[in-house]
């Protein structure tokens, strides 16, 4: 008897909650399609925010780079000037110490010339400045070249301001020397710096 | 039914992985270029400084002149001595040494951490200078000259 009711209970329950599963089951599928649209919406926004990232990587690179050889062609075009500069009639050795020399500045006619040479030539060779500077032998502090302390000096500038540009070029520095009442050659170890015009 | 979805996940991961990787090596290869170009510039400096200390006038003298730095390598490749009785090529050791060390200042606080110095004459080796620190970061030039049919060859590097 018991029983029976039971299964009556039963079944009555059965049949009450048959609309109600369905609902629950609609209510399930449709949770999970929206899980699933918010999961591709975050995958969509996941893969934007890559693509975004790795374009600005990209960019930054590139614009560096662009940075990178403008200044290094900046660099390159200074150091062709300093050889250019040196190799020019205004500095060049000639044939003055035997055989044409490649990067060799005649000290003695850069001495004579230097006052005129920048009022004449600044605008020609796009310079504000240049300066020769002896390395080796190597002397004690900055000595300017006057004519009244020259050769025992080691800073021949073209102007008197102060120059701080890092765009130089190794030269070989020579002059005439008396030595025992010979004259001899006497070539040096120098660098050319110059001041760039930017423009 | 899952295991199709985990593998077809796993297979767009491996392809993003792939093509992350395939832009990086496009990066590296791109910088790698750059760096050979850098190369030839400060190359240039390098060079000048081989020619100009090749002209340099040393303290070793013979019977006509002071000899410069490319007479005195075949002075002492000949081992013949100066004037004052001084070997050519200890004359040409320090003459070198002075000018190297003015020329490069070499120091863990420096831009320029070590230097090399090589001469040879054919296969002799006339001189080999090394001082510093050595990186893996070099710039350097060679330069060769004959004389009599004799080959000189300087090899100089700066290491930064």
């Not at chain 1, 080796?136 to 500038?157: F, H």
């Not at chain 2, 002799?124 to 893996?136: Q, Y």
């Not at chain 2, 080959?151 to 100089?156: E, T």
């Amino acid at each position: 008897m018991k029983h029976t009711q039971n299964s009556e209970n039963f079944g009555a329950a059965e049949f009450k909650s048959a609309p109600s599963r369905r609902i629950t089951e609609k209510n399930l599928i449709g949770k999970k399609a929206q899980l699933k649209i918010q999961q591709m919406a975050f995958m969509l926004m996941a893969v934007t925010l890559f693509f975004a990232l790795a374009g600005m990587f990209v960019l930054i690179i590139t614009f560096s780079g662009v940075k990178e050889s403008a200044k290094e062609l900046h660099e390159k075009n200074a150091i062709l000037l300093a050889a250019k500069l040196a190799n020019s009639p205004e500095f060049s050795c000639g044939n003055v110490f035997g055989g044409g020399k490649i990067n060799c500045i005649d000290a003695d006619k850069v001495m004579m010339l230097k006052e005129k040479m920048m009022v004449k030539y600044a605008e020609f060779w796009g310079v504000s400045n240049i300066e020769i500077r002896k390395i080796a032998p190597e002397l004690k502090g900055e000595i300017i070249c006057k004519s009244g302390n020259y050769p025992d000096c080691n800073v021949i500038r073209l102007r008197p301001e102060n120059i701080t540009a890092e765009y130089s070029n190794f030269v070989s520095l020579c002059r005439k020397e008396s030595i025992e009442g010979e004259i001899h050659d006497k070539c040096e170890l120098g660098k050319i710096m110059i001041a760039y015009d930017e423009e | 039914m899952k295991n199709k979805k985990a593998q077809e996940e796993i297979i767009g991961f491996g392809l993003i992985i792939i093509i992350v990787a395939v832009i990086l090596l496009v990066f590296i290869g791109f910088s790698i270029k750059k760096g050979g170009e850098k190369e030839t510039v400060e190359s240039y400096e390098v060079s000048s400084f081989i020619q100009a200390f090749l002209q340099y006038t040393t303290e070793c003298r013979d019977i006509n002149e002071y000899l410069s730095v490319q007479k005195l390598i075949f002075a002492c490749k000949e081992s013949e001595k100066c004037l004052d009785e001084r070997e050519s090529c200890e004359v040409l050791n320090s003459t070198l040494k002075e000018i190297i060390d003015a020329s490069w200042k070499v120091g863990e606080d420096r831009p320029v951490k070590a230097y090399s110095l090589e001469i040879l004459a054919g296969e002799e080796e006339i001189l080999l200078m090394k001082k510093g620190n050595f990186t893996r970061d070099s710039r350097g030039s060679s330069q060769n000259f004959f004389k009599g049919g004799e080959s000189i060859d300087i090899f100089f590097e700066v290491y930064y």
